[in-house]
T-cell receptor
Framework: DQQVKQNSPSLSVQEGRISILNCDYT??????FLWYKKYPAEGPTFLIS?????DKNEDGRFTVFLNKSAKHLSLHIVPSQPGDSAVYFC???????????FGKGTRLSVIA | GAVVSQHPSWVICKSGTSVKIECRSL??????MFWYRQFPKQSLMLMAT?????????EQGVEKDKFLINHASLTLSTLTVTSAHPEDSSFYIC???????????FGPGTRLTVL
């Protein structure tokens, strides 16, 4: 049973436009959510995170929105750049020093 | 962000041999480190939680006698794949959360190919 779901395996966006990556989760006990960017044969790179007590966190071009009632979060990238092309993983964890539960990832392609 | 290194970055070995993978936190201490595995076109799956000074805890379906974990210091955890078989070929990644933070930082991963 997958607790973190990224239902779109891929997304294609034009350079300069907004990229919206979605993530749903099933366990309401998750306390913290993170987004990672990953290239093939490399480890995930941390992008941005959000605590369950917040509904928005912004860092430069990246904004994460959390809707707890819907158990849904999204990552907005604006403006999108070709260098943003990668696989994006949504991850969640419970409180404390606990491991991450990952979604299956969404491959973002930003077209120049 | 914090830096986590892994060594080696890739390794090819013969079936039946053992391979050791190191995970180091370079600029912080980590009482806990996590080991994940990623098969092609799949997500990262947690294998085990490595605890400094105590035994690792393994996820269901992960053989603790096959995947030996040693967290000997606050900056180093090792994963040894014993008697490796071709089905163990995968991308192994470790992560560590700096104390007092909520974020986990990942190593660059180790590509293991067992012939």
């Amino acid at each position: 049973d997958q607790q973190v779901k990224q239902n779109s395996p891929s997304l294609s966006v034009q350079e300069g436009r907004i990229s919206i990556l979605n993530c749903d989760y099933t366990n309401s006990m998750f306390d913290y959510f993170l987004w990672y960017k990953k290239y093939p044969a490399e480890g995930p790179t941390f992008l941005i995170s959000i605590s369950s007590i917040k509904d928005k966190n912004e860092d430069g071009r990246f904004t994460v929105f959390l809707n707890k009632s819907a158990k849904h979060l999204s990552l907005h990238i604006v403006p999108s750049q070709p260098g943003d092309s990668a696989v994006y993983f949504c991850a969640a964890r419970f409180s404390g020093n606990t491991p991450l539960v990952f979604g299956k990832g969404t491959r973002l392609s930003v077209i120049a | 962000g914090a830096v986590v290194s892994q060594h080696p970055s890739w390794v090819i070995c013969k079936s039946g041999t053992s391979v050791k993978i190191e995970c180091r936190s370079l600029d912080f201490q980590a009482t806990t480190m996590f080991w994940y595995r990623q098969f092609p076109k799949q997500s990262l799956m947690l294998m085990a939680t490595s605890n400094e000074g105590s035994k690792a805890t393994y996820e269901q379906g992960v053989e603790k006698d096959k995947f030996l974990i040693n967290h000997a210091s606050l900056t180093l955890s090792t994963l040894t794949v014993t008697s490796a078989h071709p089905e163990d070929s995968s991308f192994y990644i470790c992560s560590a959360p700096p104390s007092g933070t909520d974020t986990q930082y990942f190593g660059p991963g180790t590509r293991l190919t067992v012939l």
